[in-house]
């Protein structure tokens, strides 16, 4: 009939001091409980226990380990790797062990022991399971195989002596115990279980002296007190037994267990570290973001979606050399994970590696058409080929997805505007969209500085407007000083026929740029100043002229800034 004092232990022990008791709800379908018939042969069903009373965030790392092991089981047999689907249904059963959904548990730990037979832990943590839940026929089968794959393990021996304990094979039980009686951190539990085999043996002096020494081992063990109570009152000592039962509380001594400690440390943190990341983010605190980070993934090491914040957070806290490789990782675990894909194109772009920039945008928008991010820097490496329609084509999807993206608003413009020729009817096109732009919500300087140039000096003779691009320039200069607004001006004064003018504005602006400014700008204005100098008007849209070209990318911002709509 087994041990009735070990029977009390079984069900009222406290496993973890916390833990929330929650009974198994209705079944839900979903991938691991109505397995595909490719795995039924292999694996058990796990169904969706009722956790509607965990903690929230709990509930999120258990539906977040779930869809670790469907995206693993779509896969099938041939596909998925077995290893990472053993660590993603073990990760599983450990947290729905921490809440003592026991029957999914139990599924989950025993498919992870199928998938990884070699693996001592999965039915280490099955038979833990399964001794708490008063399953002891299923923990001795469970102990006994883990015992196999690792002999040497004392503190699997504690729990098979209660175990046998418990199914009163009594000088079994001892064997076990006694030698681990001797070694701290196992002792207060060896003697609790000793006590109640000496007791059960009417060896009642032995049984005192073994449970005195459990409670002094651990005095806050008060669970100790009642078989020590049984104990006095068997020697007629009633007044002891009064007092040890008086004292009684049922929190019984647990043995120093590394593997059960680390079981429970890291399921507990792993999800709460990824959220815990997010807020120190949003604090500005990257390093310590990025350490939270990595505590939650070596929980969760496939999860493709927090390596990348991870890596977000590397980067930002100053290693960037080592947020690359993070990127990497992520996208080889999901491959179809746009946002890996595109930070890695934006940093090959930040070091001009067009090419790699190129495939890596591409793969993003394979994996999700309407990453806008990934439109527009496309778009912006066909500008620089002078590849202008499809320019204007990305740049015209980025915006239908998103209408905030400024600055693809007037490179769209010039690209088309490129792409038609410089016909009047281009002309009248660019002028009247740069207009409604310019009046519209606020920009960039860059609508209207393009604005007051092809006023200024735009091939068709017919459309310029002099006198408008000077009042273009002086507005952006009240609004949004800049040396750009002294070429609209110069341009403007060309076109009025003031080319004296025209040429003293650009040798002022020629003599403040040589004191520091980029090359690309000085070569624009010579060659400004040499057109103004036979009196013909300038090219209003240059192709080097950086204030018409996609503004260089700025691989800090974008790591910091883009959405993740799953950040882990």
Sequence with gaps: MGNPLGRIALYRSVIFGCLLMLASGPAQ??????????????LRPVVEGDISGAEPL???????????????????PEGADAKALADAYGRLGVLLLLLEVENPADAALRNAAQLQPEAFHWPYYSGYMAMLSGNTDLALQDL??????????????????????????????????????EIPGLAAAADYYLGQIALLER?????????????????????????????????????????????????????????IAEMKRVARRSIPAFERGLEEVRQGDYAEAARLFAEGLKVAPNNAAARISFARALYLSGEPEAAE??????????????????????????????????SLLRQALKTDPRQAGALYYLAGLDFDAEQWASAAERYEAALAIEPELAPAGWLRLIARFRAAGASAEAVAAALDDLSALYGSAPQGPQAAYALGCLLAAGPDPGQRDPDRALRVAEEGMRTRPGPQWQRVRALALAGAGRYDEALAQLREMLSAALWGAPPAIIDLIEEDLAALEREALPDPWPLADPMLSPPPVDPTAVIRDYPAVNPY
Excluded: C, N
């Excluded at 709990?58 to 099938?76: F, P």
């Excluded at 491959?335 to 190129?358: F, I, K, Q, T």
């Design 29 to 42: 379908a979903d991938a691991l409980s109505a397995l595909a018939a490719v795995w039924q042969d292999q």
């Design 58 to 76: 709990m509930q999120k790392a258990i539906r977040q380990a779930r869809d670790e092991v469907a995206a693993l089981l779509a896969q099938g």
């Design 144 to 181: 006994r195989r883990a015992q196999a794959l690792d002999p040497d393990y004392r503190p699997l021996d504690v729990y098979l002596g209660r175990v046998l304990l418990d199914l009163s094979e009594l000088g079994e039980a001892r064997a076990l115990l006694e030698p681990v009686a």
């Design 203 to 259: 060896r009642y002096t032995d049984a005192v002296a073994r449970l005195t020494r459990a409670l002094a081992l651990d005095p806050k063990a008060l669970g100790t007190h009642y078989p020590l109570a049984q104990a006095y009152r068997a020697l007629g000592e009633d007044a002891l037994a009064r007092s040890h039962l008086a004292q009684f509380e049922m929190i019984i001594p647990a043995p120093q267990d590394p593997r």
């Design 325 to 358: 490789p993070e990127l990497k990782l992520a996208v080889e675990l999901d491959p179809d994970e746009p946002l890996g894909h595109l930070l890695l194109g934006v940093l090959a772009l930040s070091r001009a590696d067009r090419d790699a920039a190129r």
